[in-house]
């Protein structure tokens, strides 16, 4: 099973930018879904955005126009850029890759984002 690295959190005033990276095992080519999730204390899981093999991307209302994900196939690699962040954006950030026959999970980075 593919395993994912997750890294690029940290803690960042707010207006400020982040950018995570999730690194696979293996090439990324077969996976259909790629996407960024994350959860806040108290709060579910929600997803954030995601591409397909396409390149086809969707986003959450809430980081339309400050987010944006992208993949570098060469790398094996999902990224999440995230600009003009605010304190609500605060969570546990974890990237997920799917086939049909799989869902995989990376172990999650922190962002913080203080006022």
């Known amino acids: 099973q593919v395993q994912l690295v997750e890294s690029g959190g940290g803690l960042v005033q707010a207006g400020g930018s982040l950018r995570l990276s999730c690194v696979a095992s293996?090439?990324?080519?077969?996976?259909?879904?790629m996407g960024w999730y994350r959860q806040a204390p108290g709060k579910q899981r929600e997803s954030v955005a995601s591409?397909?093999?396409?390149?086809?991307?969707t986003y959450a209302n809430s980081v339309k126009g400050r987010f944006t994900i992208s993949r570098d196939n060469a790398k094996n690699t999902l990224y999440l850029q995230m600009n003009s962040l605010k304190p609500e954006d605060t969570a546990v950030y974890t990237c997920?890759?799917?086939?049909?026959?799989?869902?995989?999970w990376g172990q999650g980075t922190q962002v913080t984002v203080s006022s």
């Open positions: 997920n890759f799917r086939t049909l026959w799989s869902n995989t």
């Open positions: 591409i397909i093999n396409g390149g086809a991307t």
């Open positions: 293996e090439s990324i080519f077969t996976f259909i879904t």
